[in-house]
């Protein structure tokens, strides 16, 4: 589903990610970790189509076709979403116009017209349940005196409502509490199948209880340098990075 | 001939028209003396830095239009009106009453012209009370009190609550070349009485027409006035528009200007508490492009005991248009426990738009809060990422973070309907159709 070679990209002509090869197929999860600073959030980014990163060179290639050069709204439209690590409040658009506009604008892309009222509020209904959201919540204005945990159940609830292909969370398990760390785990696993992927960027062991990851890849300096199965996770969290620095030395 | 040359020279064939006894032919006397001798400000006037008036001087417009009632059919003007709820109107057309399209009354309230108030022996009570003892002997505002005769007379007796909006409408035809028209409004609301007014300046044609507006506003003890101002006008159109708001003990006045159309623009708005526990509101919201111009300038004097204001403009400038926001605030020396809240916010989106944001306090009192802030940016490019990554394109995007950046002023609209019009003028302005109903 995701290819990625060789990836370099910087900003303001610091480079950050210098050479990056992840290969993510349709069923997997991934987790990305690694400290801070590692350049996880740049990758989530760049892969999104953030604009401001200078991508220098290397290939993203997504579903066969390489998307290095598409809009985010164009990676959106092909099945690319990235859950925010700091999601942005927009106030005086509601949840719910903002998940329609999402969903709505998303068909025209495709040629499809928009999705008609009843199943839209049905689909709303079902979502919000599923990740115990209150329905006054969704005619709030979006991300507007949220708290981190809300911005975070928000996030995962437009996950649920647009169906991508490639999921990508990035830290998304911060701001947490166990609980709601449990729902939007929940979630995201209803929400797993066998022709979707999900890409798990987190600094903790903590969410990789609940999302089981298929493959955990370390990234230091801008590089992918330690790959693994989930008993990576584990060993990371007991011993931190810098045994991995040492044994890169 | 300059404009003020012209003007001048009109007054004397106009004060023949004049009944020589009534007391207001001195006050017109007197105010075409300070124009006569001020003329047009300049730029060099400190409050007229940002905004010329050179090229409206140098324009030939007719100062007395047509005097004769002009016919439009309702549904050729229907969009100005709030059609989808009852109002009482009050409708001009380049300067002259329309009987056809006002709805008029004097049943319990007044809702009728300022000609007749003026001319009519049983108003003078109220007019030599009220009528120009608010509004400043600048020279724009003298310069409508000389030439005044028509506009919106309001008079809401003591403990009267409105049931419907009054709409206040001037149309120009642009029948002639250009225009110049110089309302004047009279409001006077009693105590604990309320009110809801909307007024709109609106020309037919692309004809160039220059408005010289005046509207006094008194609001008695407790009195409760919402006002709104829609300035949508045509791109060759030009308005300065003085509105002054005289406040007794705990009235609450509001006051929303929103500023979309237009060549130039230029609103001097004045609120004055002469009670304690007055409340003001000033709220605006600005989008404009090309090269149109819209200066706010506002006063608020605070004179008594905890009062407060709140002043919240937002504006959004594209292309080559430019922005004036000078926002004064007064607090005498006995004014303790003022609460008074300026916030000016800017969006730039044309790197050609220009804003001036020049936020002024003056306070005399030791024991008071006042705060203003001012911001001046370009769209967030986060929340242009943010959006984006959802599928939504950039240009919707832009439209939707503009849409939001102005929102928040519509929160303070009271009229369903107005605020759906507005909301629906918003999004026509910034050009897009959004995947949802504002």
């Known amino acids: ?39 996880k959030s740049t990758l989530a980014s760049v892969i999104a189509g953030k604009e401001e990163f200078e991508f220098s060179k290397g290939e993203i290639e997504f ?30 658009v509601t949840v719910t116009n903002f998940i329609k506009t999402a969903i709505n604008e998303t ?40 708290s981190g945990g809300e911005k975070k159940r928000n996030e995962i609830f437009q996950l649920a409502m647009m169906e991508p292909k490639l999921a990508i969370l990035d830290e998304t398990d911060s701001g947490l509490d166990i609980d709601a760390l449990k729902v939007v785990a929940n979630g995201v696993n209803k929400l797993k199948s066998k022709d979707n992927a999900v890409i798990v960027i987190t600094h903790y062991q903590r969410l990789l209880d609940y999302i089981i990851p298929d493959y955990v890849h370390v990234l230091m300096g801008g590089k992918i340098v330690k790959s693994g199965g989930k008993e990576l996770a584990h060993e990371l969290e007991e011993r931190g990075y810098d045994w991995i620095k040492e044994e890169l030395v | 001939m300059s404009l003020k040359d012209k003007l001048v020279s009109s007054y004397i064939a106009f004060e023949d028209h004049l009944e020589p006894e009534s007391p207001i032919h001195d006050l017109r006397n007197k105010a075409m003396k300070v124009f006569e001798e001020q003329g047009f400000p300049s730029k060099k006037e400190e409050d007229w830095k940002y905004t010329s008036l050179k090229s409206l001087e140098k324009t030939d417009y007719s100062i007395f239009p047509e005097q004769q009632e002009k016919h439009i059919e309702f549904k050729d003007v229907k969009k ?14 380049d300067g002259v009453y329309s009987s056809f399209l006002s709805e008029t009354t004097h049943d319990s309230i007044d809702v009728c012209l300022l000609s007749s108030a003026l001319n009519k022996s049983k108003y003078q009570p109220v007019i030599e009370t009220y009528f120009d ?18 506009g919106a007379y309001i008079h809401i007796p003591k403990n009267k609550e409105v049931e419907k909006p009054i709409e206040i409408i001037n149309f120009s035809t642009g029948n002639e070349a250009a225009v110049m028209l ?11 009485a309320h009110v809801q007014i909307i007024e709109r300046h609106q020309s037919l044609s692309e004809n160039a027409v220059f408005t010289n507006s005046v509207t006094e506003i008194f609001a008695e003890k407790r009195a409760y006035v919402d006002y709104y101002k829609i300035q949508t006008d045509n791109p060759s159109a030009s308005l300065i528009d003085s509105t002054y708001v005289s406040q007794q003990r705990e009235s609450n006045c509001r006051v929303h200007t929103f500023s979309f159309g237009g060549k130039l623009t230029r609103n001097n708005l004045s609120f004055y508490q002469f009670g304690e526990r007055c409340n003001s509101t000033l709220n605006g919201i600005t989008i404009i492009e090309d090269k149109q111009h819209v200066d706010h300038n506002t006063l608020v004097h605070h004179t008594a005991p905890n009062c407060e204001s709140h002043q919240d403009y937002k504006g959004v400038f594209a292309d080559k248009s430019t922005g004036v926001f000078n926002g004064k605030v007064l607090v005498d020396k006995d004014a303790q426990k003022i609460d008074a809240f300026q916030q000016n916010n800017n969006i730039l989106v044309d790197d050609r738009a220009t804003i001036n944001s020049k936020p002024q306090l003056e306070i005399f009192a030791d024991d008071v809060k006042c705060s203003h802030g001012c911001t001046i940016g370009q769209l967030d490019e986060d929340a242009l990422f943010y959006m984006r990554s959802r599928g939504i394109a950039k240009k919707e995007a832009r439209a939707l973070l503009m849409y939001a950046f102005a929102n928040s002023v519509l929160e303070s609209v009271k009229i369903p309907e107005l605020k759906n019009r507005i909301n629906k003028l918003i999004a026509k302005k910034i050009g897009v159709s959004l995947g949802f109903q504002l």
């Open chain 1, 1 to 39: 589903m995701l290819k990625i070679k060789n990836l370099h990209a910087g900003i303001e002509g610091k480079d950050i990610l210098k050479g990056i090869d992840l290969e993510v197929n349709a069923g997997e999860v991934h987790a990305i970790m690694g400290p801070n600073g590692s350049g």
């Open chain 1, 63 to 92: 579903e066969g076709e390489e998307i290095s050069e598409l809009d985010p709204e164009e990676r959106a439209h092909k099945g690319v979403f990235l859950s925010f690590q700091y999601p942005i409040e927009i106030p005086g």
């Open chain 1, 107 to 146: 068909r025209k892309a495709k040629g499809l017209d928009d999705m008609p009222a009843s199943e839209m509020l049905k689909k709303i209904k079902e979502k919000a349940d599923m990740l115990e959201i209150d329905r006054k919540f969704l005619s709030r204005s979006l991300n507007q005196g949220f």
């Open chain 2, 80 to 93: 100005y009106f709030l059609h989808d709820i009852d109002t009482y109107k009050i409708v001009f057309i």
């Open chain 2, 133 to 150: 003892k608010v509004a400043t002997k600048d020279s724009i505002t003298s310069l409508n009190t000389a030439f005044a005769k028509e």
């Open chain 2, 182 to 192: 110089q309302p004047r409004n009279l409001v006077v609301v009693g105590e604990n």
